[in-house]
Nanobody, 124 residues
Framework: QVQLVESGGGLVQAGGSLRLSCVASGRTFSRFTMGWFRQAPGKERDFVAAISWSGVYTYYADSVKGRFTISVNNAKNTVYLQMNSLKREDTAVYYC?????????????????WGQGTQVTVSS
C-alpha cells in the first residue's frame, strides 16, 4: 500500500498563489507517476497535472497551463503543485494521486492510490 498526505491548501485571494505538497510513503515504487486532480462541489474529479518519477514528463490541463507548475523530489517521494494567478474557478478539493505506471494518463482510473484531499478556496 502507498499512503499519500497532502498539505498546503487554504484560502487565498484571486491572483494569489499557493503551493501544495504531497508525500508518498509505504510500499512506493522506484518509478511512478504522481498527479493532482481537483473536485468542485457537484462536479466530477478533474485532472490538473501529472509528472513522471524522473520529472522529465509533465502534463497539464489546459485550464491551468501557464499558471500551475508540478515538480517532484524523487528522493523524498514528494510532489509539489505551485499554483499562481489563482482564479475563483480554481476553488476545489485537490487530491494527490499515485500510479505505479511510469507514464500514467489523465484519467482517474490510471492511478492506484489517492490522498484525502486538501481544500483550496479562492476568493474574489
Amino acid at each position: 500500500q502507498v499512503q499519500l498526505v497532502e498539505s498546503g491548501g487554504g484560502l487565498v485571494q484571486a491572483g494569489g498563489s499557493l503551493r501544495l505538497s504531497c508525500v508518498a510513503s509505504g510500499r512506493t515504487f522506484s518509478r511512478f507517476t504522481m498527479g493532482w486532480f481537483r473536485q468542485a462541489p457537484g462536479k466530477e474529479r478533474d485532472f490538473v497535472a501529472a509528472i513522471s518519477w524522473s520529472g522529465v514528463y509533465t502534463y497539464y490541463a489546459d485550464s491551468v497551463k501557464g499558471r500551475f507548475t508540478i515538480s517532484v523530489n524523487n528522493a523524498k517521494n514528494t510532489v509539489y503543485l505551485q499554483m499562481n494567478s489563482l482564479k475563483r474557478e480554481d476553488t476545489a478539493v485537490y487530491y494527490c494521486a499515485y500510479s505505479s505506471g511510469i507514464r500514467a494518463g489523465q484519467g482517474t482510473s490510471s492511478y492506484d492510490y489517492w490522498g484525502q484531499g486538501t481544500q483550496v478556496t479562492v476568493s474574489s
